[in-house]
Every structure is written in structure tokens, then in C-alpha cells.
């Protein structure tokens, strides 16, 4: 079942959320500038709360 993740595009800069499966290769493009040089962001610790 698909997730929605964070994805950060290299070119210009825009974050944003797309649905995401882990362990499917999926070509993505940025809904700003059309680029598809977008990275998956890792998700980020909070103190006291596990990562997943």
C-alpha cells in the first residue's frame, strides 16, 4: 500500500509530497518546474521517537 513521502526536487528547490512504495523504482517529476532530478527525503528522528 502506497505511502506519501517527501521528495525534494535538485533542480529548483521545491518540496513536496508524492505516494511512495519502498523498494519501487519510480520515475518522478517536479510539479514546479517539470525536472525529474528529484530526490526521496529521509524522514527525520524526533527526540524520544523511534525511527521507522
Do not use: Q, W
Not at 517536479?30 to 529521509?42: E, I
Amino acid at each position: 500500500m502506497p505511502d506519501e513521502a517527501d521528495f525534494k526536487c535538485l533542480r529548483c528547490g521545491a518540496e513536496f509530497k508524492l505516494h511512495y512504495v519502498k523498494g519501487v523504482i519510480e520515475e518522478r517529476t517536479c510539479p514546479r518546474c517539470g525536472s525529474n532530478s528529484v530526490r526521496l527525503l529521509k524522514k527525520k528522528e524526533t527526540a524520544g521517537e523511534p525511527g521507522k
